[in-house]
């Protein structure tokens, strides 16, 4: 069964702080990985999206991608409140035909 | 991106009717999703709903109990049939781009008594 797992937390970390946020998945085929941001009672919003080995920025935004440890993770910088949400790893598989699996979510929480 | 709408937004329902909920998208794409959301969970799939064909249903749904149009490219619907106090739950559609990304409507909040 494949699977996407993440921590739950919550994740507390400081305001301006660097939060890090991790997912490993079970399937080694897996060739496209996104993050969701969901703030409660809304729906789930994609943030970033990676394919390829190695890093990739949007704002304070970076992705990381090892797929040879089969692990993606989410990094913000300077956080801020807002960023106060669940975070959910989601991992599609190779063929256009196979589903997005999605981890159950970290919950992340800024303090002042 | 695509701009995904969905009614109702929520609805407070008796046990044993039915509610359809609609997923409306801004520009045509093949593949669109239903999704369940109990609070504090995360998603389950309910089924694949790809035009022109039946839907694909998830283990554990079926099609007499969460039945599924999609009559074009740019619209579908489930139907929670019969409910029951434990189909209370936020109902969300998806899409799927390009680039294999899923995109999210704002979600059906729905209330069984």
């Known amino acids: 069964q494949k699977e996407v797992e993440q921590n739950s937390g919550p994740l507390s970390v400081p305001e301006g702080a660097i939060a890090s946020l991790n997912c490993t998945y079970s399937?080694?085929?897996?060739?496209?990985f996104f993050w969701y941001r969901q703030y409660s009672g809304k729906s789930p919003e994609l943030i970033m999206f990676?394919?390829?080995?190695g890093d990739k920025e949007d704002g304070r935004f970076t992705a990381q991608l090892n797929k040879a440890s089969q692990y993606v993770s989410l990094l913000i910088r300077d956080s801020q409140p807002s960023d106060s949400a669940t975070y959910l790893c989601?991992?599609?598989?190779?063929?256009?035909?196979?589903?997005?699996?999605f981890g159950s979510g970290t919950r992340l929480s800024i303090r002042p | 991106s695509a701009v995904i709408s969905q009614k109702p937004s929520r609805d407070i329902c008796q046990r044993g009717t039915s509610l359809t909920i609609q997923c409306q998208v801004d520009?045509?794409?093949?593949?669109m999703f239903w999704y369940r959301q109990q609070p504090g969970q995360s998603l389950t799939l309910i089924a694949t709903?790809?035009?022109?064909?039946?839907?694909?249903?998830e283990s554990g749904f079926v099609i007499d109990k969460f039945p599924i149009s999609r009559p074009n490219l740019t619209f579908s619907t489930l139907t929670v049939s019969n409910m029951s106090p434990e189909d209370s739950s936020i109902y969300l559609c998806?899409?799927?781009?390009?680039?294999?990304?899923?995109?999210f409507g704002p979600g059906t909040r729905l209330t069984v008594t």
């Open positions: 998806s899409v799927e781009a390009d680039s294999y990304e899923q995109y």
């Open positions: 399937d080694r085929g897996s060739q496209s």
């Open positions: 990676i394919y390829s080995n």
């Open positions: 989601a991992v599609k598989g190779y063929s256009s035909a196979s589903k997005i699996i």
């Open positions: 520009s045509q794409v093949t593949m």
């Open positions: 709903a790809n035009q022109g064909s039946e839907a694909t249903y």
